[in-house]
């Protein structure tokens, strides 16, 4: 569901600015940032994020440590039951809210990539540093939205990857005309510049 390099390179973009929580209880590691975040059995964390993680914490990491780690501070203990709160309540809302499908498009805008609902066809546009921690292989495996972001999980294997829109420059789209784009052209009724070549996108 994650992918190792982009995954790693995104935690240490975190480490160096304004840090990531993460959390070890009973076997399942928690890692968040106000952007993105993602939970998943110790056994299935790609090998270079679990070292990256030991390397920020400068040591081997056991069950029950929860910590915010960030570059040139020491390590600050969290309150794990408030950590596992979190999660919880996502894993609530995640078996209660149907989420609709979403797909991520050829297109981008102002340097956001464009993410659309299968159903209503209203779009999201999300930050590519963010979502670039999600491996496409899984998408089609449990993939989600709501006004704040899209969440992906594994339904057999009871993973989660969220990824939140920042408000105040994403967010929904009434943009219904997204059939595909053509390179130099105008997409059809939302005037935002197709980024990816394909058929299906109308002069502006």
Avoid at 185 to 202: P, T
Wanted: with cysteine.
């Amino acid at each position: 569901m994650l992918d190792e390099k982009k995954t790693a390179a995104a935690l240490k973009t975190a480490w160096r600015g304004g840090g990531y929580r993460f959390v070890l209880s009973n076997g399942i590691l928690s890692v968040r940032t106000d952007q993105w975040g993602f939970q998943a059995a110790l056994s299935n964390v790609p090998a270079k994020v679990l070292g990256l993680i030991t390397e920020h914490l400068g040591a081997i990491l056991e069950d029950g440590d929860a910590f915010l780690l960030k570059k040139d501070s020491a390590e600050q203990s969290l309150m794990l039951d408030q950590e596992a709160s979190t999660w919880t309540k996502m894993r609530s809302y995640l078996d209660s809210s149907g989420l609709a499908p979403m797909q991520k498009t050829p297109l981008s805008w102002n340097n956001l990539e464009i993410w659309q609902d299968q159903k209503t066809l209203k779009t999201l546009m999300m930050d590519p540093d963010d979502t670039r921690i999600i491996d496409t292989e899984f998408l089609q495996d449990g993939l989600g939205a709501q006004e704040w972001g899209i969440i992906l999980w594994k339904s057999m294997g009871g993973s989660i990857a969220y990824v939140f829109a920042d408000p105040a420059r994403m967010g929904w789209n009434d943009w219904t005309g997204i059939r595909g784009a053509g390179r130099g052209r105008k997409c059809r009724r939302q005037n935002a510049e197709c980024k990816i070549g394909s058929a299906g996108c109308e002069s502006g």
